[in-house]
């Protein structure tokens, strides 16, 4: 992968942090580790009040950066017959859905079975492309004013 995938998990890592410290809503209850940051919790109804989901046009910057996120989501790693397959996930029709497909996007390239596509050719190779929109969705938070990664 390039240097845009070291990029990518240092800017989620600053996302968790700064989500964690400036959104209560993201947190587990108290004396609960963090397991996982609530992202939906803390982004999506300002992003609807500030961009409303079904006003995008996705063709328009920024949105055509991102749009493979809403388009194409990330595919989920799931046991079926006995054996991992990645399957599809639900279509993206609010911000709700797509903060999922973001969500999915970096566990699957943090935590993902890269070692499935030697296994599994019929595997679709796009983690640069879902990278870049990682990326741009990132750029878009700070963009908005709803997260400060400096």
Partial sequence: ??????????????????????YKESRPSEGKYVNSVGYKDA??????????????DWDEEPYRNFKLLAEKPPKRLKIKDGHPKF?????????????????QLRNNLVHGAKFLKETYPELEDRDEELINAGLAFISF??????????
């Fill in 43 to 56: 982004y999506r109804d300002t992003l609807q009040d500030k961009v409303p989901y079904s006003d995008i």
């Fill in 141 to 150: 938070l700070e963009d908005k004013g709803l997260i400060n990664l400096q």
């Fill in 87 to 103: 399957v599809p996930i639900s279509k993206v029709t609010c911000w709700s859905a797509f903060i999922d497909s973001f969500r």
């Fill in 1 to 22: 992968m390039t240097s845009n995938y070291e990029c990518l998990c240092k800017k989620l890592a600053l996302l968790e942090i700064a989500t964690l410290l400036k």
